[in-house]
């Protein structure tokens, strides 16, 4: 079995600030994706961004990017310059290859609110 | 454009009634499709996932079903509610392919009296 656990239940930043949230993850499989969604107060589910773990190079989005250690299983998001809009609750989630079709497993999830 | 429709958005229904909620995806064939359920303030749990039409596995047990009629929709239903099914519902589908993300539908608040 596959587990995703985020420690931090919640997580506050100031407006143009950075900030980072940690994930760790465990599996036995070689061949796994990570990513993390944002879930504003609408409650939407967002992507923001991915990592396949066969590449070593960090995934960046705008200002999104992960610190990806695959030997630690540690998959930590920063968002750089803060904005009131990134408040939401973020999810760090992982699927793996093999006969998982696609199923993802989440984290318990980090409320962060950005304070103006 | 590749798209998921969800309905209803907000649902209160009585303890024992029966419940049926639906999902299409547009611009996609054959895509895998998922059912999660979110408690209040809580990560998501996997219910259903089908990757085919009549296809489908449930990953908990629970007063819940979940039925795959057509490629592009997916119905989560019960035949009578318990007050433990609150919570919200979100539906999923996937492009084959890993390294596609799961696109989620907007959700619907699920809130039984």
């Known amino acids: 079995a596959q587990t995703v656990t985020q420690s931090q239940p919640e997580m506050s930043v100031q407006e143009a600030e950075t900030v980072t949230l940690s994930c760790t993850y465990d599996?036995?499989?070689?061949?796994?994706?990570l990513f993390w969604y944002k879930q504003p107060p609408s409650r939407q589910m967002i992507l923001v961004i991915r990592q396949e773990a066969y590449k070593q190079q960090n995934a960046t989005e705008n200002r999104f990017s992960v610190n990806f250690q695959k030997a630690a299983k540690s998959f930590s998001l920063k968002i750089s310059d803060s904005q009131l809009g990134d408040t939401a609750m973020y999810f760090c989630?992982?699927?793996?290859?093999?006969?998982?079709?696609?199923?993802?497993?989440f984290g318990q999830g980090t409320i962060l609110t950005v304070h103006p | 454009s590749q798209t998921i429709h969800q309905w209803p958005a907000t649902l209160v229904q009585p303890v024992g009634s029966p419940l049926s909620l639906e999902c299409t995806v547009e611009g996609t064939s054959n895509p895998n499709l998922y059912w999660y359920r979110q408690a209040a303030g809580r990560g998501l749990q996997l219910l259903f996932y089908?990757?085919?039409?009549?296809?489908i596995s449930s990953e908990v047990p629970q007063n819940l079903s979940a039925s795959r009629p057509q490629d592009r929709q997916f119905i989560l239903s019960s035949k009578k509610l318990l007050l433990s099914d609150s919570g919200f519902y979100l539906c999923a589908y996937l492009d084959r392919g890993l390294n596609q993300p799961q696109h989620f539908g907007d959700g619907t608040r699920l809130s039984i009296l």
């Open positions: 089908s990757v085919g039409i009549g296809q």
């Open positions: 599996t036995s499989e070689n061949n796994y994706y």
């Open positions: 989630a992982l699927t793996s290859g093999g006969t998982s079709y696609g199923k993802l497993t």
